[in-house]
């Protein structure tokens, strides 16, 4: 079983007397400098130079210096750059910032569980990773409520890791609803997979794959758009509610056995298969290094495939329905 851990396992006083820098002030970046700092926490932001999110920051009440002077001043970074570029912003701005018994946070495990990053071994390396998107942390926070993280130590210097990590959950709010213990490479392996096979990658193909076989078939691109790809978010509601049970009491009788019949052919066991060799190229690495490759050499294959999928006829479909339904965007 999980270890699992609330506000009454933290000592919210153990991050309260630190000195916190995060860099970077996007999706998480923005939560965590805002919740810490409402939780009584001395935060300072690191952006580089013409930063676009320097003057939110600023407009939010921070001090925002360079990424070397934040780390400097601070005992905890916590890293919230693109991941891509962590690894740069490290070894020019973090590295020899570092004091002894200083901690370095991450809110994914990437560039450490692939090496882009390999710490001194006097400094805590740590993760609070929020299981949501940042607007929803810091919502959620301001609310009285949490999203739920997850909490890793990769390298103990102090003797005290976790319990700061934990703290540092709690400043954040997510202890409220609950923090799991992990490892990074529990989460940067669980986290790519789940992404690339499940949640984005798997149902950014079934949908197109769906929509096609109907257009190509002669079916109206508005009918396929709103039964492979509109619909889904209803049933996806029933999932996150009560599971597959819930999903399956509401539907038809028909489309339970449908259900039943037909999903194993969609998903077979060379899909399975296919899973098992994506999980693979991630443990071995080699997605993380084609991925930086990409990354560095300008993203060229990157356009190409959002730009492909930008003009199909399930984009342009989509844009035209979701016009006349005006409430759909801002469900989100
Ligand atoms: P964003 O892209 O939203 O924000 C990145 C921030 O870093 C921006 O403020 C950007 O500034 C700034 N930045 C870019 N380059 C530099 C630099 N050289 N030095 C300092 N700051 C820089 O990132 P996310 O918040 O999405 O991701 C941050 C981390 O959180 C990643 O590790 C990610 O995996 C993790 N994470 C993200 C989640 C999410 O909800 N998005 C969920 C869980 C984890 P500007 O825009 O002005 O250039
Ligand atoms: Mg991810
Ligand atoms: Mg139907």
Redesign the pocket.
């Known amino acids: 079983m999980a270890e699992l851990f609330y506000d009454a396992d933290t000592d919210l006083s153990i991050i309260q007397g630190r000195k916190v820098a995060v860099?970077?002030?996007?999706?998480?970046?923005h939560a965590h400098a805002q919740n810490l700092r409402d939780s009584g926490v001395d935060v300072r932001i690191?952006?580089?130079e013409g930063?676009?999110?320097?003057a939110k920051a600023e407009e939010d009440g921070f001090r925002v210096l360079t990424?070397a002077e934040a780390t400097a001043e601070a005992d905890v970074v916590m890293i919230?750059?693109?991941?891509p570029?962590?690894g740069r912003?490290y070894e020019e701005s973090v590295k020899d910032n570092l004091k002894d018994g200083d901690a370095v946070f991450?809110?994914?495990g990437?560039n450490i569980r692939f090496g882009f990053i390999k710490p001194a071994a006097n400094v805590d390396v740590c993760m609070v990773?929020?299981k949501?998107?940042?607007h929803l942390v810091r919502r959620q926070y301001e609310e009285g409520r949490g999203v739920p993280v997850i909490v890793a130590v990769e390298q103990d210097a102090t003797g005290k890791a976790f319990d700061l990590a934990l703290s540092y959950a709690a400043g954040i709010g997510g202890t409220r609803a609950g923090a799991i213990k992990t490892t990074f490479t529990e989460e940067t392996e669980t986290d790519l997979f789940g992404e690339q096979a499940v949640l984005c990658g798997g149902t950014s193909a079934l949908v197109k794959a769906g929509f096609e076989t109907l257009v190509e078939a002669g079916y109206q691109p508005e009918i396929a758009y709103f039964e492979c790809l509109h619909e889904l978010k209803l049933i996806v509601d029933l999932m996150y509610e009560g599971g597959l049970e819930k999903m399956r009491w509401s539907i038809s009788e028909t489309a339970e056995w449908g259900d039943y019949k037909s999903g194993p052919r969609i998903i077979t066991d060379a899909t399975k298969a296919e899973m098992k060799k994506i999980l693979a190229e991630i443990q071995d690495g080699s997605f993380a290094n084609t991925w930086m490759e990409e990354y560095n050499s300008g993203l060229k294959k990157y356009n190409e495939y959002k730009k492909a999928d930008e003009e199909s006829t399930l984009a342009t479909t989509g844009a035209k329905l979701r016009k006349l339904m005006s409430w759909v965007d801002s469900e989100a």
């Open positions: 860099l970077g002030y996007g999706s998480q970046g690191g952006l580089h930063s676009k999110s320097r990424p919230l750059v693109p991941d570029i962590q912003v991450f809110g994914h990437f990773a929020p949501g998107p940042g």
